[in-house]
């Protein structure tokens, strides 16, 4: 009985000097935040943070959302979109969802403070979202709030963080936003390009065309995107060119809108007709964005090309000076169409599919 109480006592007492440390230790906190000055706050929080990575076996990166407090980290958004499809909603004791508008789907993330485990390659990182307060702004005292990751792991795999595991993040995020993202179509307004989206439901899967020719197609389109260090290796342009030709109502058009949805490329329809001079065609064609179909529709009728034989060379020359003066896209477009598809604007925009539609 003597045993039992004196062990009673012994875990009292450490329990009462354990109360006395913590509310001492609160107490100096707030004499600290209320006495010293947020600058040398700072900088002694910073020493015991030096302090104890130099004795911790962990190393830690920051992943601002703001570079130098201005402009957004693509790096932050990248890890944003990769963490929101690795989370288990089940463990995750706080979640954040959004949506951009009703029809958006909605994305689930991180709160502040809550932690997230990620394995990569038999690695453990330990993710944390952490909000700050700063108060930046002399001139009215205002509060600036900062939100970063912090990346945490074993100090021996800080190489695997940098050269694979981030940029691994990096190009899975590029993927997700690339397959999410509303395509667009763009139609020739004057000497522009003007975008609506695109909700075609056409796919090669709903695509009613021979089951072989299909799936070469596909096979090409997909050879195609893995071949760009090819392409560059042999001094070619890294662009795939069809022809489709058929009657009105065969599918050219359907199968366009496949081959957007499949390579999650934006289309561009160039409507020649509309197209005023030389200038607002090389104009047009320069502006195309990269990862892009261009469609040049009805190109065997758009203009009559004319024979170059000797009784109408005459005719052709009076033709083209008329073309000229009036401002008009010349018999020679089709020469001109090609020149600017293939050495000025191919470096320019490296990524592109040509569709040439013939009746």
Not at 167 to 172: E, G, Q, Y
Not at 331 to 348: A, E, G, I, R
């Amino acid at each position: 009985m003597a045993s039992y109480d004196k062990a009673f006592e012994s875990y009292k007492k450490a329990l009462t000097t354990a109360a006395s440390v913590a509310a001492s230790m609160m107490l100096v906190r707030s004499v600290v935040n209320d006495v010293v000055p947020p600058e040398l706050r700072d900088l002694l929080f910073s020493g015991f943070g030096y302090l104890r990575s130099r004795t911790s076996s962990d190393h830690t990166i920051i992943v601002e959302k703001k570079n130098d407090g201005f402009a957004n980290n693509y790096v932050y958004s990248a890890v944003k979109t990769y963490l929101a499809t690795r989370m288990n909603t089940d463990i995750q004791q706080r979640l954040r969802v959004s949506s951009m508008d009703e029809n958006d789907k909605m994305m689930v993330s991180m709160d502040e403070g809550d932690e997230m485990l990620d394995v990569y390659e038999g690695t453990e990182f330990k993710w944390c979202l952490v909000c700050k307060e700063n108060s930046n702004d002399s001139l009215n005292g205002s509060q600036n709030e900062s939100q970063f990751f912090e990346l945490t792991f074993n100090k021996k795999h800080k190489d695997k963080a940098l050269k694979s595991y981030l940029p691994f993040i990096l190009a899975t995020a590029k993927a997700i936003k690339a397959q999410e993202r509303t395509l667009m179509i763009y139609m020739t307004e004057y000497d522009d390009w003007s975008p609506i989206d695109l909700h075609h439901p056409s796919t090669f899967d709903t695509l009613a065309m021979d089951h072989k020719l299909k799936q070469s197609i596909i096979d090409d389109l997909n050879r195609f995107l893995k071949r760009k260090d090819y392409y560059k290796k042999i001094g070619k342009a890294w662009k795939r060119g069809y022809l489709l030709y058929g009657p009105p109502g065969t599918g050219k058009s359907s199968l366009i809108a496949a081959m957007a949805n499949h390579l999650r490329f934006d289309i561009y329809d160039l409507e020649l007709t509309a197209v005023t001079s030389n200038s607002d065609l090389r104009r047009l064609l320069v502006g195309l964005g990269n990862r892009s179909i261009l469609v040049i529709e009805d190109i065997d009728c758009t203009i009559e090309l004319k024979q170059r034989e000797e009784g109408e060379a005459h005719d052709e020359s009076n033709s083209t000076e008329q073309n000229k003066r009036e401002g008009k896209v010349s018999t020679t477009f089709n020469v001109q169409t090609l020149y600017l598809l293939d050495p000025t604007t191919s470096s320019l925009v490296p990524t592109r599919i040509l569709d040439f539609l013939n009746r």
